[in-house]
Structure formats: C-alpha cells, structure tokens
C-alpha cells in the first residue's frame, strides 16, 4: 500500500485560490497515477482529477475544468491541486489516491475506487459566498 498525507486545505472566500498537497510513499510500478477526490456532506465522492505519476496526462471534472490544475514534483513524490475561482460548491473533503491510470476520469474513479492502492486521511476545504 502506498502512504498518502494531504495537505493545504483551509477556508476562503469564493473566487479565491488555496493548493492542495499529496506527498506519497512507498510508490511503485502499481502505482501509475495519483489523483483527487472530494465528499460534501450529504453527496457521493466524486473523482476532481488524476494525473500520471511516470509520463504525461492529466484528466478533470468537467466540474473544475479550467479553474483547477493538478501538477506533480516527481523528485518529491508530490501532486499538487490548484484551485483557483473557488465556487461554494467546491466545499468538501478532498482525499488524495493513487492506483491504475485510464483513458476517462470516469474509468479512473472505477478504477481507483476498486483497486486503488492508498488513500490519504482528507483535508477539508471550505468555500464561503
């Protein structure tokens, strides 16, 4: 299994920015993307977005398309969420994964959530109008 720690969230205004962390370890060739999820009180957890660990490519809800990014340092075992033009709807749990990459954000939340190899513990972000 690998060790995921998240880090990064907080609360902020909506239109405003905060970056998230996931440093992982114990990293291996199962281990080909790390990505991002979110639960809201109330609401089923939903994928946000994956990238490859070794390699290019990235996928995004159509939810955070064009205000969030999701970058890594390789050298530090770290992926990155950027989330800038926060939305009230944005306030949840967000929880780090790492596991199987695929074509489709939909494909790697099936995949992540049924052969995931780590979780990390959350780190909640709050979003306020």
């Known amino acids: 299994q690998v060790q995921l720690m998240e880090s990064g969230g907080g609360s902020v205004q909506a239109g405003g920015s905060l970056m998230l962390s996931c440093t992982a370890s114990?990293?291996?060739?199962?281990?080909?993307?790390m990505g991002w999820f979110r639960q809201a009180p109330g609401k089923e957890r939903e994928g946000v977005a994956a990238?490859?660990?070794?390699?290019?490519?990235?996928l995004y809800a159509d939810s955070v398309k064009g205000r969030f990014t999701i970058s890594k340092d390789n050298s530090k075992h770290t992926v990155y969420l950027q989330m800038n033009s926060l939305k009230p709807e944005d306030t949840a749990m967000y929880y780090c994964?790492?596991?199987?990459?695929?074509?489709?954000?939909?494909?790697?939340?099936?995949?992540?959530?049924?052969?995931?190899?780590?979780w990390g513990q959350g780190t909640q972000v709050t979003v306020s109008s």
């Open positions: 994964a790492a596991g199987a990459w695929a074509a489709g954000l939909g494909s790697w939340v099936s995949a992540i959530e049924q052969r995931g190899n780590g």
């Open positions: 114990g990293l291996t060739v199962r281990t080909p993307s």
């Open positions: 990238i490859v660990v070794l390699g290019t490519g990235t």
